[in-house]
Structures are given as C-alpha cells and as structure tokens.
C-alpha cells in the first residue's frame, strides 16, 4: 500500500512503475544501464475519492495527459531504487498539493500617504519635463 496521507491509501497496482535508461551524460555505464524510472498513475481508474480525482484532473499541469494519467520520470540520482523512492514522493506530493485550497485574496488599497507621495513625485517628474522645452527669446 502506498501511504499518501494518514488518512489516505492507495494499493500498490494502480501505480505503474517502469525503469527506463537516463538521459544525459553518464560514460560508458550510461548505456547499459535502466536507472530512471517511469511513473504512471491513471487518475479516472484510480481508487482516490472522488473530490481528489476532480481537483487532480481540473489541475492545468504538463504531467497530466489528456486520458486523465499522471506522468513522472525520475532520473536526479544514480540508483533506480532512489529514482523510485523520488518518483512516489513526487506523486504524494502532487495529490496532497492538489487537494489544498488558498484563502481567498482579501483586496487592499494603496494608503493616502502612499498615494500622496505619488501624486507628488508624479508632479516633479512633470516640472523637471516641462524644462526640457523650448526656450522662446
């Protein structure tokens, strides 16, 4: 099972991992090598509530496709179980931001003295343009 939150759990099949060769430089090792991994997670299939599967598909985010499936390649470190640990910790970290809801914005508005100030250097930038003009004899 994998824990996303106390309160929260998925089972272990609905996420699909697959190891994959990194990208980038590496050597000789590079090429023989599977230690990037490929994350795959299926939101509509999933067993998420339901309030998680709409707030994760309304998400406008380039890691979901257009199928609703979630898509995460970690490749940060050297050993595919580190790369695998990363991978799941990005996933529980994308639903648990997903599901948190701001306060709304309070609107402000600017304090007379922050508009006095303003309005006056407003008015000094406009003498020093004024003296640019002609001069009349």
């Known amino acids: ?6 309160a929260l759990t998925l089972p272990d099949d609905e996420i699909e991992l697959s190891a994959i060769r990194a990208q980038g430089a ?12 490929h994350l795959r997670f299926d939101i509509k299939a999933s067993s998420l509530p339901d309030y ?9 985010d ?6 609703g499936i979630i898509i995460i390649k970690a490749q940060q470190f050297r050993t595919q179980e580190k790369n695998r640990d990363n991978a799941l910790q990005r996933l529980r970290e994308f ?9 709304p914005r309070r609107p402000t ?3 007379k003295g ?11 930038r406009g003498k020093i343009k004024s003296l640019r003009g002609r001069i009349d004899d």
């Open 26 to 37: 590496g050597g000789q090792n590079v090429n023989k090598v599977s230690s990037a991994i």
């Open 114 to 124: 922050s508009q006095r100030r303003r309005m006056d250097s407003k008015t000094q």
């Open 95 to 103: 639903i648990i931001e997903s599901v948190k809801t701001l306060p």
């Open 52 to 60: 998680y599967k709409q707030r994760l598909l309304s998400k406008n």
């Open 62 to 67: 380039q890691r979901i496709t257009k199928d």
């Open 1 to 6: 099972m994998f824990e996303i939150s106390a």
């Open 109 to 111: 508005r600017p304090t």
